[in-house]
């Protein structure tokens, strides 16, 4: 199992962008798909982006697309997300995780704390 350490959250004003950084445990980080998914108050756990080994293979959620990054960086065993003109109903708490499948909303791992974004209109 992999562990999950997400930060980066914070109260924001619609328009505004914040990037989301998660640290990983283990060594094999580098062979890993990793995603991004979150779950706003109320509702179920959604998929958000996903990114493969390489980098060059890269999934986002259509309510995403167009205004969300997610990088990797294996030397430091982290996994990030940049995400532009925040809109209040990406409100939520945000998680990383292996994908149990491609654009699937399940993750590998035991889930983290999270980090948690609040976008005010």
């Known amino acids: 199992q992999v562990q999950w350490v997400e930060s980066g959250g914070g109260l924001v004003q619609a328009g505004d962008s914040l990037r989301l950084s998660c640290a990983a445990s283990?060594?094999?980080?580098?062979?890993?798909?990793l995603g991004w998914f979150r779950q706003a108050p109320g509702k179920e756990r959604e998929f958000v982006a996903a990114i493969n080994p390489g980098g060059d293979n890269i999934l986002y959620a259509d309510s995403v697309k167009g205004r969300t990054t997610i990088s990797r960086d294996s030397a430091k065993n982290t996994v990030y997300l940049q995400i532009s003109s925040l809109k209040p109903e990406d409100t939520a708490r945000y998680y990383c995780n292996r994908p149990r499948a491609w654009g699937h909303r399940d993750g590998l791992d035991a889930w983290g704390q999270g980090t948690l974004v609040t976008v005010s209109s």
């Open positions: 283990g060594r094999l980080f580098s062979m890993y798909n």
